[in-house]
Structures are given as structure tokens and as C-alpha cells.
């Protein structure tokens, strides 16, 4: 394992270990609105504190990019954090949360952890080296078709202005396939596609840190990660289709019809 993705799945795993203890008393957490139907807990901070701290202590002079505490300045390599991924699933003990790094270096994903901590399930990714689930190797399914499909999706409970459009997109893609699962913890759906366990996933309006670990996982599992006009402006617009090739332009195409202009790079 490279040395900085075994930093950060060290981070990880101690970040899922503030999550477990804290869940054991979940109805005493102190929780606050970030904004609508947007929350946040002292577990959030905690685990956020605990990864950045062991991140600051292997590597002083990088950047951080975090859910809770934002951007702080470094050098070339930023860490781009998600402590918990998942926070209301979390609050209502849905058992669907996950911790989320990925390590960018002047633009380029370059390694990624996504940790499940309640099935103790750890998925890498180094950039070249191949996706891993433990110490198996996983790769994104050969699905070419619709037909028997199993898709993920998240809804746009931040972004509701787009509800319209995406319940055409849903519709679409559900008449078609075999299921649509929405779990709740977007970074571990992405994980899914790339060890096989979905066909694909698409959602509307995510943020760097509930993505960029999955993306780099789903790039190495032999999977392919777009924006809504097939480019690749994703992080900044947080539209995102992820599948096999083949697959990704099936759920493009069937998308497509139900896109607005805001939903398009350059879009508002």
C-alpha cells in the first residue's frame, strides 16, 4: 500500500472508531442545521479533528479541504475530507454511513479510502494501481443494458429547485431497470459501483468530499466518471453519472431529455 493511502486509511479507521463509540448513545449527540435538511453533529467534528490531526502529523505542509471546517492553505497535495458521510442515516440509526479522504496533487486524484465502519469494510484506490475492497481486488460490472440493472441515486434534498428534473430522470431510468437504491451515504454508493455491487449511480448537486474518493475508486476499477454533458467538470458542478462506459452513456442518454440549462456546466 503507498504510504500516503496508508495514512489516510489509518485516519479513516480512527475516524470510524469516534463514529461506532458515539453511536452507542446516538440520542445524546448535539446536533446543529447547516441549512436545509442539512445537518451536522459533534461526531462530524470530532472524526474530522481526529483525520485531520493524524494527517497534519504524517504530512505538516498539506492542504485540507473538509466537510466541517473547510479549506485550510498548503502545498501541492490536498486531503479532501468527509468524516461522516451519511450523518442522517447516522442520527436515525439507518446502518448506511461511511468515512470518506481522497488525496489531490495539483489537480490529479491521486489516492482514496472510503470506510464503512459498521461492516468494517475498507475500499483503496491508489491513481495507476488498481481498487481495492480489503485485500481484494474489485472492478466496476460488464453490465450493457438497462434491462436487469441495479442503479444508485441520491436525491436533491439540498438542491430542490432541480426536484422536477430529477424525478424525469428517475422515472426514466426506473421504468428500465431492475431497481433504483437511494441509501443515503453517497461516497459509499459510489464504493458499490466500483466493487460491482451497483451498475451504476447518478445524483445532482454533491460536493468534492462526497465524491472524490469514489471517483478515483470507480477510475480504477475500470469504471468512468462524467458530468451531465459528458466532461468532466463533476467536482465543480457536483453532477455526476458513474458506471461502465457502456452503461454511463445509457444512463446519459436516458437522463438527458429531463436536463435543464443549470444543470449543465456553465449552467446557473
Known amino acids: 500500500m503507498h504510504p500516503m493511502l496508508n495514512i489516510a486509511v489509518r485516519a479513516a479507521h480512527h475516524a470510524g472508531d469516534i463514529i461506532m463509540r458515539s453511536s452507542e448513545n446516538a440520542s445524546s449527540i448535539k446536533v446543529d442545521r447547516k441549512g436545509k435538511n442539512d445537518f451536522v453533529t459533534e461526531v462530524d467534528r470530532f472524526a474530522e479533528r481526529e483525520i485531520i490531526s493524524i494527517l497534519r502529523n504524517a504530512y505538516p505542509d498539506h492542504g485540507i479541504l473538509a466537510e466541517e471546517s473547510g479549506h485550510h492553505d ?24 461511511s468515512v470518506s479522504i481522497a488525496l489531490k496533487h495539483k489537480g490529479r486524484l491521486e489516492q482514496a479510502v472510503i470506510y464503512d465502519p459498521l461492516r468494517q469494510e475498507t475500499f483503496t484506490a491508489t491513481r495507476g494501481g488498481g481498487a481495492m475492497l480489503g485485500n481484494r481486488r474489485i472492478r466496476v460490472t460488464n453490465q450493457k443494458s438497462m434491462k436487469g440493472s441495479l442503479l444508485g441515486t441520491g436525491f436533491p434534498f439540498k438542491n430542490q429547485q432541480h426536484l422536477e ?14 431497481g433504483i437504491r437511494r441509501a443515503g451515504s453517497a461516497a459509499l454508493d459510489l464504493a ?32 468512468i466518471v462524467t458530468d451531465f454533458d459528458n466532461g468532466g467538470t463533476y467536482l465543480e458542478s457536483g453532477n455526476l453519472i458513474a458506471a461502465n462506459t457502456k452503461m454511463r452513456q445509457i444512463i446519459h442518454n436516458a437522463i438527458r431529455p429531463h436536463m435543464t440549462d443549470a444543470l449543465l456546466p456553465g449552467g446557473s
Do not use: C
Open 192 to 223: 458499490y459501483v466500483a466493487a460491482g455491487r451497483l451498475d451504476g449511480f447518478w445524483e445532482i448537486g454533491l460536493q468534492p468530499w462526497d465524491m472524490a474518493a469514489g471517483v478515483l475508486l470507480i477510475r480504477e476499477a475500470g469504471g
Open 165 to 178: 428534473a430529477y424525478l424525469g430522470m428517475f422515472s426514466s431510468l426506473f421504468k428500465e431497470s431492475a
Open 74 to 97: 498548503g502545498d501541492d497535495y490536498t486531503w479532501i475530507i468527509d468524516p461522516l458521510d451519511g450523518t442522517t442515516n447516522f442520527l436515525h440509526g439507518f446502518p448506511q454511513f
